[in-house]
Structures are given as structure tokens and as C-alpha cells.
């Protein structure tokens, strides 16, 4: 089954969505887990970038019962090669794969474009490119020093709250397991980077609904239209989540550009956290 939507979308990348429905549970767990490096590669070859998959176990918690989505982002040029079905090609080639995986009994498939995500990534896209001079630097110093896998993880700006005034995100580098937990498994240490916001700012509607979605205010956050004169911070915790019943560090940078906080990120990271390896690489990903 295929949903179209009427109103072709002028995004650069456009996000479809592939779902099995599985409410007799024929497929055994892990169908996430065991396709996601088959459509990586799949995704490359023909020019598109692989979101991930849904891969929902659960047969009583969801409307459908047992569900698997796979979302991939594909260029404009591919979005408008049809197939007979109104299916790009590119997501028809990756459903007929799905399917030989998936048992016989397995027949509810829906194929969907997926408006709202295309329009969130491509907001994310616009702020990634806003605040190149700030990120580009940041990446620059540190992406040869991530560890422990980190490398093949790419860095994210996500796109989070609007409202009449701003449009609101944040930028995530994974960088190495936190080795100053002392038991497995040990969480990343994820640096996020952005702007100093004023207290008032985190009590307006976009401010809040950043708080609503787990950011601490004051934590570093994008905005658009960006701040004149912003200040730019980086921010990083460590250890044991205090709710956890640890002990967790908050370790913060402040600086006027973004050259500057690069060079004091590269200086001081490594000296924090020694298991920052310089020989590491920045590793294989996409920032689309």
C-alpha cells in the first residue's frame, strides 16, 4: 500500500518511510539490528542516506501491534523517479530487499513520504549551515580524536521547537564511552555546541518546549534567526547521572568565536578524557 500526498514537497531530501506490519509476530526480534548495515550500503550506492529503523517487538502497545518502519532520506532528483506504483525507485529497491527478509504471512506493507521529518531535517540542514563558522572548526579539531566507535557516529543538528520568534535546536559529537564510569555499560560523552541563550529566552514557548524535550536551560542550543553578536558554548557531562544515585560533572567553554572554542575544546577534551584518540580518524559518516 502506498500514501501519496498530493503536494510535491521543495525540500533538497525528502524522507520516505517503509512499514511492515507484524501482528502475529512471525519475524524473529532484531530485524532492525540485522538489515541496517545491508541498507547503509544500499543507501550509498544509489545516493541517499539511511535514517534508521523502528523496530517495535511490542504487539500490544501499538494501534497496529507488532511493527517494523525503516525511514531513508533521498535526494529530490530520486523522489520524483517513479516507479509504475508512484514508489521512487530507490525506495521500491530497498522494500522488494525487505520483503525477501521477512517471513511469508508478513503482507501489511505501507510505503509513505514523510513530510513532517523531511521539513524538520531540512530545518536541521538550514542551522547546520547558519552556524558553519562555529561547527565547522568544532568538527575540524576533534573528529580525529573520537574513540570506541564514536568515529562512525555522525555528528547531528536537530531541529526541536518553533515558535513566532525562533526556530530552536542543538548540535551533538559523540566522542569516546565515558571510561570515568566505572561499570558497563558505560555511557558516551556527547559534546553539544551552540549559543549562550538568555534565561528569559528558556521561558518563552520554544524555550520551554527545548526543557520539555530534555535540555537543561542554559545548555548550549541553535536558534534562527541567529543572535547577533552570539556568544558560543560547548558543554560536556561526565560520570554517573546524579539520578542514578552518582555523581556526575558538568564541564562548560565559553568563547567569541568559534575558532577559539575549538582550539581550547582540542586542548582541554583530551586532558579531561585520555581515552580521546588522536590516531582515530574522523571515521565514515554523512552529515546529511
Known sequence: MVDNV????????????????????????GIGARTEQALIEMCESAGCVYLGCVDDDSHDLTPEGTYYRWQVRIPQ???????????????????????????????????RLDPDRTRRLAVSDAMREVYADLLRPVEDTLLGLRSDGAQQRAPLVNFWAADDDYLAGDYALWLA????????????????????????????????????????????VLLLPRPDSPVWKASITSGTSAAAGGVSAR????????????????QELPALFPNLDASGGAGAFTFR
Open 251 to 266: 564541564y562548560e567553554w565559553q568563547a567569541g568565536d568559534g575558532a577559539t572554542l575549538a582550539e581550547r575544546l582540542g
Open 177 to 220: 564511552k565515558d571510561r570515568t564510569v566505572g561499570c558497563a555499560p558505560r555511557p558516551w560523552l556527547v559534546l553539544n555546541v551552540g549559543v549562550v541563550a538568555s534565561a528569559e529566552w528558556w521561558t518563552t514557548p520554544a524555550g520551554r518546549d527545548m526543557t520539555r524535550f530534555g535540555h537543561t536551560p542554559g545548555s548550549p
Open 77 to 111: 532528483a530520486e523522489h520524483r523517479r517513479r516507479t509504475e506504483n508512484d514508489v521512487p525507485f530507490a525506495v521500491a529497491a530497498l522494500t522488494d530487499y525487505l520483503r525477501s527478509l521477512l517471513p511469508d504471512g508478513v503482507e501489511d506493507w505501507f510505503i
Open 6 to 29: 498530493t503536494t510535491e514537497l521543495d525540500a533538497d531530501w525528502i524522507v520516505w518511510g517503509i512499514e511492515a506490519r507484524d501482528p502475529s509476530r512471525l519475524t524473529q526480534p
